[in-house]
Structure formats: structure tokens, C-alpha cells
């Protein structure tokens, strides 16, 4: 099978196409430019895209002796991931940039491309496994586990992904990586945001949106506790940095509970106010035969997993859970799992709209 490599610079994308090439694949490294200022997005083990980052993956690509090229896609990343990322913030919602990513570029932009050239098929080094039958199942290292960012894809993206690491833990594929002879093998993960270099996104939201103070008031009372210079510079279930001026008369502290954008009012109250069991969500993605199953479902990444009962329509989607859940944001997806003894298998995933409580009539029916 003659596939294409996606070679980050990275520990993880390094090993999987090496692995590739030794289960006899004709395999070709590329590396996504995704920055238009590659200069400006890594700082120690923060960001990516940086020309030390295209560096290590040719270098890599040299070791393992395929291939190699970059692909300059900074111009779709930017209107796909970063715009969109930017916009979710300003409606009020808090998006996931990894799961769009994989979505619009690696599995969209990068996949039609190789697709046109005469590849069969993209490699990536994600922690997640495809079954024989086609499905998504985590990682055997659940720590690493990123089917919930790839729970986006649909049934023809995953017959035409490849993921070698999902049998592995980090430690393993380091190890191995270090046997292989590659750079890379001690090289530090990448965390938070790629985009976002310095870790600050209320900041980089500032930037690119303005100052638009507006009201923090309680959740109960309706009063005014104090004021914000950004309704998106909050997320659901957020406890530091509200600045309140108005102590709660009980001492407790206080989180956002929700966001509105048309009122530039931000809302907080008691941690048990975060409280819902069910979640509405829209544009589903479903493997599943059955549009009603028994399940478990994941709020966020490396999120909690709670029982659900779910049912889904060609619009939407809606998860009953067994147990509340808190910091259920609008804009997150929603991945349900099927317990399976060869690993979990993702159901399917849709994305937030939103968390409430049921009626306690209905809760205890």
C-alpha cells in the first residue's frame, strides 16, 4: 500500500512511519507548514510548526530512508483552525482547535491531497487503534488516548487512516525510538493550544478581538458582582481569574456557568449549579447501527467518562446521563464509547450545543 506519513517533528509521528515502512508500505514523510510565521509558534515544549520542527522530521525521514517534503498549508490551516477557533470563542462556545484540525486538514485538506497523488491511505502518529472491522477503539495507554479528538472522522476518512501507535504506550514508542537511532526519541511533547506559543489564550483572543468589557452577575440573585473585558475570555466551569468585587455570602466560591454573547454577560454561581444531566449536541457523526444505545460518553478531552443512555437523529444528538456531570461547555464534542474487550470503540461524536438538568420528575422516571 503506497501511503503518505504526516511527520509532525515529533517523537510519536517518527515512529509511526517507520513502523509503516517496516509492515512493507511504500511510505512517503510530509510535514504540514502550518505556521505563516514559522518562527513565531514553539516555545520550550509549547507549540508547533516551527523550522526546528520541519528540521527534526526530515532528519527523521532521513534515518528511517523514505521521502520526504513539506507541504505549506498554512493559508487552509489558518481559515480552518485558527479562524474558526477565534469565532467559536466569540459565540460564546469553547472549541477544540486538535479536533478541527484533524477534521479540516489532516483528514480533509491532507487525505484529498494524497488521495490525488495515488496514495492509498495517511499515517499519523495518534494514539488510537482501528479494529479489523473498521472502527475507532482508544489506546491501549489511556493517558495518551486520542480517539476522542479523532471520534470526528467518518467511516471513509478511517479506511484510509493508518495508526501504528495504538498497540504502544509513550514509553515504548520513545524507547523504540531511541533504538531506531532517531533524534527525536527524548524530544518534549507539545502541549496546549499549537497556535498559541506562549499558553495564553485569553490574551491571543484580546489580540484578534478587542476589549469588550461587559457584567459578571450571579447565577440566583441576578446581581452584579463585577465586570470582564472579554465574555471569551471564560469557559464553562472556570474558577480563578473572575476578579469578583462581591465576596458570596457563604464564602464558597463561585465558577462560570454560562456565557452570553448577545449580552456580554458572564454567569456565575455555586459548583453544584454546574450540575447537568443531559447534552444536546449537533452535526453527529454515528458508526453505530443503532440510533438508540446504552453507553459511555466523554464531555472533553481526558474528560470524565460517564454512563449515558443516547439517542440520535439525522440532526442531533442527545445523551441522558446516568450521573451529572459539571463544565459541560457548548462546542466540545460529545464521544460516545461502546465497552469492547479488544478496547473501547467510539460509537460516534457530535458537538455540544448544550448541558441542563432534567426535571426531577423525569430524572427519577
Not at 475570555?233 to 456557568?257: E, H, M, S
Not at 470524565?304 to 446521563?321: F, H, I, N, Y
Request: net charge negative; charged share 25%.
Amino acid at each position: 500500500m503506497r501511503v503518505l506519513a504526516a511527520m509532525s517533528g515529533g517523537v510519536d509521528s517518527a515512529v509511526a512511519a517507520a513502523r509503516a515502512r517496516d509492515a512493507g508500505h511504500d511510505v512517503t514523510g510530509v510535514h504540514l507548514a502550518l505556521a505563516r510565521n514559522p518562527q513565531t509558534f514553539r516555545t520550550g515544549a509549547r507549540g508547533c510548526c516551527t523550522l526546528e520542527d520541519s528540521r527534526d522530521a526530515r532528519r527523521a525521514a532521513d534515518v528511517i530512508g523514505i521521502p520526504f517534503y513539506v507541504w505549506d498549508m498554512a493559508e487552509e490551516f489558518h481559515d480552518s483552525v485558527v479562524d474558526d477557533f477565534v469565532n467559536e470563542y466569540a459565540a460564546g462556545r469553547t472549541p477544540n482547535p486538535c479536533l478541527r484540525c484533524n477534521e479540516k486538514i489532516k483528514f480533509a485538506a491532507v487525505l484529498d491531497r494524497a488521495v490525488a497523488l495515488g496514495f492509498d491511505a495517511v499515517v499519523t502518529g495518534h494514539h488510537a487503534r482501528l479494529g479489523a472491522d473498521g472502527l475507532l477503539r482508544r489506546s491501549v495507554d489511556l493517558p495518551k488516548d486520542q480517539s476522542y479528538v479523532l471520534a470526528v472522522l467518518t467511516r471513509s476518512q478511517l479506511e484510509r487512516a493508518v495508526f501504528p501507535l495504538g498497540d504502544s504506550t509513550k514509553e515504548q514508542v520513545r524507547a523504540e525510538a531511541a533504538e531506531r537511532g532517531l533524534a527525536v526519541a527524548d524530544k518534549p511533547d507539545s502541549h496546549d493550544i499549537c497556535f498559541i506559543s506562549d499558553g495564553d489564550t485569553r490574551g491571543f483572543l484580546e489580540r484578534r478581538l478587542g476589549s469588550a468589557p461587559g457584567d459578571i452577575v450571579d447565577g440566583r440573585s441576578g446581581e452584579k458582582l463585577g465586570t470582564h473585558n472579554g465574555a471569551y475570555g471564560f469557559t464553562i466551569g472556570q474558577r480563578k481569574g473572575l476578579d469578583l468585587r462581591v465576596p458570596a455570602a457563604d464564602g464558597r466560591p463561585r465558577y462560570v456557568l454560562s456565557i452570553t454573547p448577545v449580552t456580554n454577560t458572564v454567569t456565575v454561581g455555586p459548583r453544584e449549579d454546574l450540575e447537568v444531566d443531559v447534552v444536546t449536541a449537533e452535526r453527529p457523526i454515528w458508526h453505530e447501527i443503532s440510533s438508540d444505545v446504552s453507553c459511555e460518553v466523554q464531555l472533553r478531552a481526558h474528560g470524565e467518562v460517564v454512563a449515558a443512555s443516547v439517542s440520535v437523529t439525522e440532526d442531533g444528538l442527545t445523551a441522558r446521563l446516568e450521573s451529572p456531570a459539571r463544565g459541560v461547555a457548548a462546542g466540545q464534542a460529545i464521544v460516545a464509547y461502546r465497552p469492547d474487550p479488544g478496547g473501547d470503540i467510539v460509537l460516534g461524536s457530535a458537538t455540544i450545543t448544550a448541558g441542563t438538568r432534567a426535571p426531577a420528575d423525569v430524572a427519577n422516571a
